[in-house]
């Protein structure tokens, strides 16, 4: 959508790519991308980085750097193992924050402070959740670092942290707080850092697939996560959820350590070129069949730093997909958060463990819309790439076949607008979340049975993980090989609007009733989903 008033003009070292197709000439390996005063314009009018993959060469400032034709070398089996690896990671982030919630009257008693200010170590953990991915994320960008270090300092600070949380003395409540701070700094990276891991191993057919199976250990962390907390403050105390946040992160340190191999494509190319010697796993079981023959990493893509993940705020495109992705998950947390009240106010008898259990619906919706809308995201790009080129002559048994090949400069022939192809299905996501929250709105407000509320909110957590996979797949798509840095960015936008609905829902609730409450946020979502797409559209 971003636009300038010159004539935008190729990067050094690359022609137009429609110049190359009247030419006859093999397809671009991704949207093009122009240079136009400083800014960086795709074909389709997005701004996004300096970069032009023509032809299987990766053209940036005249130096051209031949692409392997395959994405990388890692078996197929290989490839889920790397994803399977993040997943598990990623599922701290939710399970620190959620697994504390039930401890919070028990802290407050042992702390012997007021409940308000218990709080305060969730409103800090919310800030540094949202803000600390843009310091890891772009470490993990950076070719003098990489992913897997950066993994495996998450995973370290986390598991120290709550070391210390765990002995905080209960006359120290500054400590608790300082310690929450460093455990969200701790554990909040890995998600964003997952989604770069992704970008360096999935092809851009299946992109949605493995991105909505990475997010389930993130999904589902917010359900259990309240449960075992519940379980553990009761039986153990307190201290014990953090005992048992330590125990989890240290093994799963371990495993990293010993299996997960660098993926920054930066660093390691197609997987084939090895990573410093301190940067490799222990035990290299993915990488038993790779040899080495002497290919050359990716050229490094923009600087990565805090600074450039703040100046990427420029980028209006960029800005109106995170905030897609901020206001259903804000909604979303504001459902969660006044989940207790609300069925305790419909059925009283229900105890801390039945509302713990409660929880278990949002985690089957995240679950299923994972499995659900990743697999129809990518069979939606096959098929729009297979009509895009029935369209342009090509005979339907060629164009379905084209349609899943993922090498080089095939991966996107044919799509002319990356951002109508990923959302051709948004509109559908966003009607539905619309309806189904302003539904358990006054469901809610008129008090009808559990099992109701239950199903809606299934339901509302299965469109907010649709939507957040289409969205994140189509970041995928602009920002190639700053995946961890894009979804630093989304984190701080998600996390820090979240934090601010949280605080003010239960005002609000007071003020005009649970039923016009989220009847209010609906809209807002509504106006939000519309904005979306008339960026889509504009940039077609």
Request: overall charge negative; glycine content about 10%; some cysteine.
């Amino acid at each position: 959508m971003a636009t300038t008033s010159t004539t935008p003009t190729i990067a050094q070292g690359g022609t137009s790519s429609r110049s190359r197709n009247t030419a006859d000439e093999a397809p671009v390996d991704s949207p093009p991308v122009f240079e136009d005063n400083g800014m960086n314009i795709n074909e389709m009018g997005s701004a996004v980085e300096i970069l032009e993959q023509l032809d299987g060469q990766t053209i940036r400032g005249g130096d051209e750097t031949t692409t392997a034709d395959i994405l990388v070398v890692f078996k197929r089996w290989e490839i889920w193992v790397i994803v399977y690896l993040t997943s598990i990671a990623a599922l701290f982030s939710p399970l620190s924050a959620n697994i504390y919630f039930p401890a919070i009257p028990v802290i407050a008693q042992a702390f012997n402070e007021p409940v308000e200010l218990i709080n305060v170590t969730v409103t800090v953990y919310m800030i540094l959740q949202g803000t600390s991915p843009m310091v890891w994320g772009s470490l993990a960008d950076w070719k003098g670092c990489g992913r897997r270090p950066i993994y495996l300092a998450c995973l370290l600070l986390l598991c120290l942290s709550c070391v210390g949380l765990a002995l905080t003395p209960t006359t120290d409540y500054w400590l608790l707080v300082f310690l929450r701070c460093v455990q969200a700094a701790g554990s909040a990276s890995s998600v964003a850092i997952s989604a770069g891991t992704i970008m360096d191993v999935a092809a851009p057919h299946e992109r949605g697939t493995m991105l909505a199976m990475s997010s389930i250990g993130a999904l589902v962390a917010p359900c259990i996560g309240p449960v075992i907390g519940g379980l553990l403050a009761g039986n153990l105390g307190w201290r014990s959820i953090f005992w048992f946040l330590c125990i989890c992160s240290g093994v799963v340190l371990l495993l990293e350590a010993l299996f997960l191999p660098e993926t920054l494509r930066t660093i390691t190319g197609d997987g084939s070129v090895p990573a410093q010697k301190w940067n490799r796993p222990f035990i290299p079981v993915l990488l038993r069949d790779v040899q080495d023959e002497g290919k050359s990493p990716d050229a490094v893509r923009g600087r990565n730093n805090p600074i450039e993940i703040i100046k990427s705020f420029r980028n209006i495109d960029l800005c109106i997909i995170l905030w897609s992705n901020a206001v259903p998950y804000s909604v979303l947390y504001g459902i969660l958060t006044t989940m207790s009240p609300t069925f305790l106010a419909v059925m009283p008898s229900l105890t801390e463990i039945d509302l713990g259990l409660c929880y278990l619906s949002i985690g089957a919706g995240g679950i299923a819309g994972a499995l659900g809308s990743g697999k129809l995201v990518d069979w939606d790009f096959r098929r729009a790439k297979k009509l895009a080129l029935q369209k342009q002559g090509m005979r339907t048994e060629d164009a379905a076949e084209k349609a899943t090949d993922i090498k080089g400069s095939s991966k996107y022939e044919g799509i002319e607008c990356i951002e109508r192809t990923r959302l051709r299905l948004s509109p559908a996501y966003w009607a539905s979340f619309v309806v189904i929250v302003i539904g358990y709105g006054w469901a809610a407000e008129r008090k009808v049975h559990i099992a109701c509320l239950l199903i809606l909110q299934f339901l509302a957590m299965f469109q907010v993980t649709a939507i957040f996979t289409l969205n994140q797949t189509l970041l995928m798509d602009l920002f190639p090989g700053r995946g961890a840095s894009v979804t630093a960015s989304n984190n701080v936008v998600r996390c820090l609007t979240g934090a601010v609905l949280v605080s003010i829902v239960d005002y609000i609730i007071n003020g005009v009733g649970v039923g016009w409450t989220f009847t209010i946020l609906g809209a807002c979502h509504a106006g939000d989903g519309l904005g979306t797409e008339m960026e889509g559209e504009e940039s077609g």
